[in-house]
């Protein structure tokens, strides 16, 4: 297919919209595929940008046989259905959070777990790493039909609240949103609030009605969603280093042939450090943000929330597979 042809589909499809713009196979597998991409973030969001690019590398390094065609704003809906649509294959490809695959596979939770990364440059390094992660990335290929290609960070996750919040007990009695998932969950009621799950997109309105009395996001989630409208203290409790999977339908990644699937892998590995770079960026864009509209951003002791974080982490590792990724994960820290 000539780039032209490629343009022209893939404008056929951003045209067509929603679920009946899935892109049909453009002959067969081997010959390539403009891929559906689910993204339930904004067009500002770093992830976004990262994608878009992707989509130009990956297309110029098969000759136009692959891409992705990305669908912001979770109009594909929301990552717990989207996992199972890519899992289908009515949906080819999705930015899914770590949370959503720890009902598919528990010892996704390793991942999520609080402590298992130091920081961001330790958690790209080790996700991207076959040898450590393999395993964990093909383990739902015969049940759910889904590939892990890899991951992007989301950084750390922090507490934001309508009032003010410095200690575990200043967090007693709140409802703080999490994503929906037995860790977030943990997580937030051992240090100290009241944890509600809840859909991403639903988070803002909760906020502003008083349902909820505050979340946990990264900067950048906190800006792009708007939410410092609606809480307006930003507590750094770095409870979390977040992650998100990059997960494409397993019959569509087995029909590459062998040189496009080598071409998308390493296409893959420019755009993850392309990703990390302006995920750093844009954190910092963010927190310039957050202080220009009056954000109060707060610096607690977070020795209190550590030690209570401990037992979670604990609680976790109860299969074999789970302690060793874990044990895996922190030599390499
Ligand atoms: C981050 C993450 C998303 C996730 C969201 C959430 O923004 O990147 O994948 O859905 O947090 O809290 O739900």
């Not at 979770?74 to 009902?103: F, K, R």
Request: with cysteine; net charge negative.
């Amino acid at each position: 297919m000539d780039r032209r042809t490629f343009l022209a589909l893939a404008g056929g499809v951003t045209a067509a919209g929603g679920l009946a713009g899935c892109t049909p196979l453009i002959g067969s597998p081997e010959e390539g595929k403009l891929m559906s991409f689910s993204l339930n973030q904004t067009t500002e969001h770093p992830s976004y940008a990262a994608l878009n690019a992707w989509n130009v590398d990956l297309a110029q390094a098969t000759s136009d046989r692959w891409g992705i065609d990305v669908y912001a704003n979770a109009t594909l809906g929301g990552q717990q259905e989207v996992v199972m649509l890519v899992g289908d294959g009515a949906v080819d490809m999705a930015v899914i959070s770590g949370t959503a695959l720890e009902n598919l596979n528990g010892d996704y939770r390793t991942m999520n777990l609080p402590g298992v990364f130091d920081d961001i440059e330790h958690q790209v390094r080790v996700t991207n790493d076959l040898d450590i992660m393999g395993d964990l990335y093909s383990s739902l290929e015969e049940s759910h039909g889904i590939t892990v290609v890899g991951m992007f960070t989301q950084g750390a996750r922090n507490v934001y609240t309508r009032a003010p919040v410095e200690t575990p007990e200043d967090l007693a009695g709140t409802r703080i949103r999490v994503q929906e998932s037995d860790v977030a969950i943990d997580m937030i009621n051992a240090m100290g609030a009241s944890a509600t799950p809840m859909p991403y997109a639903e988070v803002y309105t909760a906020l502003q009605s008083g349902i909820l009395d505050g979340a946990e996001n990264n900067e950048v989630s906190y800006v792009t969603q708007r939410h410092l409208e609606v809480a307006r203290n930003y507590t750094h409790t770095a409870h979390q280093v977040g992650l998100d999977f990059i997960v494409v339908h397993t019959g569509l990644v087995r029909g590459m042939s062998e040189a496009d699937a080598r071409a998308f892998r390493e296409s893959w590995l420019r755009a993850s450090a392309n990703h990390t770079r302006l995920w750093i960026e844009e954190t910092e864009a963010a927190v310039a943000t957050m202080l220009d509209e009056g954000v109060t951003i707060l610096e607690p002791d977070r020795a209190p929330f550590v030690e209570r974080l401990q037992a979670v982490a604990e609680r976790y590792l109860t299969t074999d597979t789970s302690r060793a990724l874990y044990a895996r994960i922190r030599e390499e820290a």
